[in-house]
T-cell receptor, first 116, second 116 residues
């Protein structure tokens, strides 16, 4: 079975540009979450989507947006890129939402975004 | 205030020795879950072990055990008989029941080096 797949694996963009990152969850998983991991830090929660609806949003500017498609895949969009957006962007999928608390989140290998 | 604190940025341990990675957390929610993840250089977050706030016994998963001290708000990871393949970043993380979403809050991590 395929795990969580993310594309592209690496990306270099220029300040001010726009970027789209993609995530395919594990088959049957309806919940997708996005995290940003800056070098030397732990991942920070950006968004969660469940059944195509936004269910949670972290403390990120409106330049960050996301959506989930009918097949439960997801896109993360970042506009007007800043140097500080350089990070590893991780996608996680879960079979269900919230309950129980030990519902495991399966992570992809991430997209390494470099903004120059 | 930091919700998850990992005070050891890096650790060096001899192969086959046991190692303890420290984690303290802060929450006012009586219902929460604590996780440990391993992140190798490839980037994906690998789930290791889970402890629920109401669990009476410390969690164990193979060579991993969690030393849960609720009154101290401490959830240290113990790896027995360390192996070279254990070299990686380790993150302590928490999920709170009060949140509407599945957000996982991560610490800054500890980089573990296993020496041959």
């Amino acid at each position: 079975d395929a795990g969580v797949t993310q594309s592209p694996t690496h990306l270099i963009k220029t300040r001010g540009q726009h970027v789209t990152l993609r995530c395919s969850p594990i088959s049957g998983h309806k919940s997708v979450s996005w995290y940003q991991q800056v070098l030397g830090q732990g991942p920070q929660f950006i968004f969660q989507y469940y059944e195509k609806e936004e269910r949670g949003r972290g403390n990120f500017p409106d330049r960050f947006s996301a959506r989930q498609f009918p097949n439960y895949s997801s896109e993360l969009n970042v506009n007007a890129l800043l140097l500080g957006d350089s990070a590893l962007y991780l996608c996680a999928s879960s079979a269900q939402m919230r309950r129980p608390l030990n519902t495991e989140a399966f992570f992809g290998q991430g997209t390494r975004l470099t903004v120059v | 205030a930091q919700k998850i604190t990992q005070t050891q940025p890096g650790m060096f341990v001899q192969e086959k020795e046991a190692v303890t990675l420290d984690c303290t957390y802060d929450t006012s929610d009586p219902s929460y879950g604590l996780f440990w993840y391993k992140q190798p250089s490839s980037g994906e977050m690998i789930f290791l072990i889970y402890q629920g706030s109401y669990d009476q016994q410390n969690a164990t998963e193979g060579r991993y055990s969690l030393n849960f001290q609720k009154a101290r708000k401490s959830a240290n990871l113990v790896i027995s008989a360390s192996q070279l393949g254990d070299s990686a970043m380790y993150f302590c993380a928490m999920r709170e029941a009060v949140n509407r979403d599945d957000k996982i809050i991560f610490g800054k991590g500890t980089r573990l080096h296993i020496l041959p």
